[in-house]
């Protein structure tokens, strides 16, 4: 599958792959955005992330801590009593709203700083892994037909370089990445001397 489209509430995400990259756009409340984040950016980072809304928790703690505070305090009428209750069910209502409305979502990381936020469950866990594992599985290819195809009539440290990037962004393993400088080594008559990084001319 090359696109996913997620609804909650107010909110549309909706992501597209195409050949060299995705289309990420982004609606909420009448506003949007969309961009456009090219293979070469996205790793295989990711993570999970809980998103919550606080207020709720931090409102459901100051009301239980409030009515464990009036249990002090002797009890003179039958309205300190319903207050209390009153606090107790309220705060148990901020609490179920707070863990009611926390979200999952997977975190996957763009260029340096930057993730890209994928609700876990919407519309449902496989089709979520599948649409990743999907993107994951263009990029490779994608990345490994633009940098990792050896060109006897290109610049040696350029392809090699081509090759660590690739180690760096996990298209290649350790082993792949390995066999693929030998191979170039050899297309250049060059002698690895330490694998996979520092190379000689042989004489």
């Not at 909650?8 to 756009?25: C, M, P, S």
């Not at 464990?68 to 207050?83: A, D």
């Not at 599948?130 to 392809?159: A, C």
Request: glycine share 2%; net charge neutral; hydrophobic share 35%.
């Amino acid at each position: 599958m090359n696109g996913l489209e997620q609804k909650k509430n107010f909110k549309k995400i909706k992501i597209q792959i195409t050949d060299a990259e995705i289309l990420y756009a982004i609606s909420e409340k009448g506003n949007s955005n969309e961009v456009s984040i090219p293979f070469e950016e996205i790793h295989k980072t990711k993570l999970t992330q809980h998103v919550a809304k606080q207020p709720w928790l931090i409102a459901g703690s100051a009301l239980i801590l409030s009515a464990m505070l009036f249990l002090l305090v002797p009890e003179k009428s039958s309205f300190q009593t319903e207050t209390k209750l009153l606090m107790i069910i309220m705060g148990v209502v901020c609490f179920s709203i707070y863990y009611l409305t926390k979200e999952k979502y997977w975190k996957l990381q763009v260029a340096s700083d930057s993730y890209l936020y994928i609700h876990k469950e919407i519309p449902n866990h496989n089709t979520v892994d599948k649409f990743i594992d999907t993107l994951f599985l263009s990029r490779d290819s994608y990345l490994h037909k633009e940098y990792g195809n050896i060109n006897p009539n290109l610049p040696y440290e350029s392809q090699l370089n081509n090759f660590k990037f690739l180690k760096k962004l996990k298209v290649w393993d350790e082993n792949e990445f390995q066999l693929k400088v030998e191979e170039l080594d050899k297309t250049f008559n060059r002698q690895t001397h330490i694998k996979g990084f520092n190379t000689s001319q042989d004489n």
